[in-house]
């Protein structure tokens, strides 16, 4: 079934869950497909399509039970599988990442953050040791880690894949603008930020000014 | 044109825009789909379509001018309109996206940060003064800036984001973690991180370990 859910459904779901994650701290035990679709300002048909996606029906005029569609959420996109997964670079960028507690939440286990700068090395950030990036391919055997969220500068951002894909990381998400050169069996998810939010600018229309 | 450009494509382009701005660093003055599409992974297919969205066509056997096609893409993504925004919560992921001197280049003019901590208001990143949230109004004002970059926590999220709408901010490219209510004559780009990682995940196939 999670085959066949486009990136855009995938990316909706994880607001739903994120909705449904506020309406439990609020002890709301039902909620609409019109509310979702009115907090997210998507249409209501939208939001029943990719919720009948999980083969989820919701009560005739009371909704949906806001914990069952959230662990149905969780289900469909794993996060109950955890991965584990190494910050390459410790900069402003990688600090965020570290210190993103909900990642855990999504089932990343952030275990370990690289640098090369003497001053962070042996330190450590919202209980994560900072590594030595020589040491990597020592931690990441012993670890079973494939995945590396990649925040180095643009000027270090090749070299640094090279060594890091040598070392045995096979799926690597991009925070630098570099488009990385990896060999076919590493996969490359471009976070693309810029171009996240042109497609907000260009298509939804930022007025001049 | 530009409205028929779908989310995919203006992705793909500003990666493809990334590609040129290397290869013209580099001083290469011509390249070729294949050489684009192996670099991202994709289909050469896929990119010639882009391509001839832009209505350019490349030279046979030598492929596109490389300053040409980026500055097709430039005008067609609307990267010289300057487009004024601020950073509104200068904690690690407020700073890293004020370092991001990238940002420029794609026409957005991040003129100043926001902050409450006063250990933060009255300093400066990256050239960028930060000031306290409460004088948003005023310079939101003066700058006519109606964008706001919201990396606040994600308990403040909802109260700061009434509070830059009482203010005129118009549109936010959201990075909390949170779904912002808004009033129906603003919008909101969820920057939906986690989102974007599972569908690499999710779709992509990292395998188990």
Redesign the interface.
Known sequence: M??N?T?KV??????YH??LT?YIEKNIEYISSPQIAE???VDNTQVRKDIALLNYKGKCKVGYKVKELKLLIEET??FK?V??AFIVGS???G??LA?YD??EA?G?NISALFDISPEKVGTSINGKDIFHLKDLPKIAEKN????VILTVPRKNAQEVTDFIVKAGI??I?NFT???L?VP?NV???????????????????????
């Open positions: 999670e085959k859910l990136d995938i990316n909706r779901l994880t607001l994120s909705i506020d907090l997210l300002h996109l794993k599988k991965k584990t900069g402003n960028l600090m965020a210190k909900n990642f999504y990343f079973d880690a494939k995945i096979r799926y998400w603008p570099c488009v050169s076919n996969q490359v998810w471009n976070e693309n930020l810029i171009g996240n939010f042109l497609q907000f600018t260009v298509n939804h229309g930022v007025e001049d000014n």
